[in-house]
């Protein structure tokens, strides 16, 4: 099982970023996908999730609401998370999970800064 995050960096506040983690060595339209979060210091946060299937329904923290979009695409086994208006505050390392499961990624740092 393997999920490799990638398509961090630094951005400028206001800025977008799109991560993507590709998936393999499981069924990944079974599984609720998600992308969390870890600050310096702080707890991992979850930021969205996205159901299996395909209809797509997905929820958001409320500090990312309306800025993130969460998707996925089953017949590339990916999901992504699309980071507009990013703040400073958004500098964490990002992780990708099947939630239900052990599998997590290996994260990707995003950098919000002037």
């Known amino acids: 099982v393997q999920l490799v995050e990638s398509g961090g960096g630094l951005v400028q506040p206001g800025g977008s970023l799109r991560l993507s983690c590709a998936a393999s060595?499981?069924?990944?339209?079974?599984?609720?996908m998600s992308w969390y979060r870890q600050a310096p210091g702080k707890e991992r946060e979850k930021v969205a999730h996205?159901?299996?299937?395909?209809?797509?329904?997905?929820n958001y923290a409320n500090s990312v609401k309306g800025r993130f979009t969460i998707s996925r695409d089953n017949a590339k086994n990916t999901v992504f998370l699309q980071m507009n208006s990013l703040k400073p505050e958004d500098t964490a390392v990002y992780y990708c999970?099947?939630?239900?499961?052990?599998?997590w990624g290996q994260g990707t740092q995003v950098t919000v800064s002037s």
């Open positions: 999970h099947a939630e239900f499961s052990d599998y």
């Open positions: 060595g499981f069924t990944f339209s079974r599984y609720v």
């Open positions: 996205i159901i299996n299937g395909s209809v797509g329904i997905a």
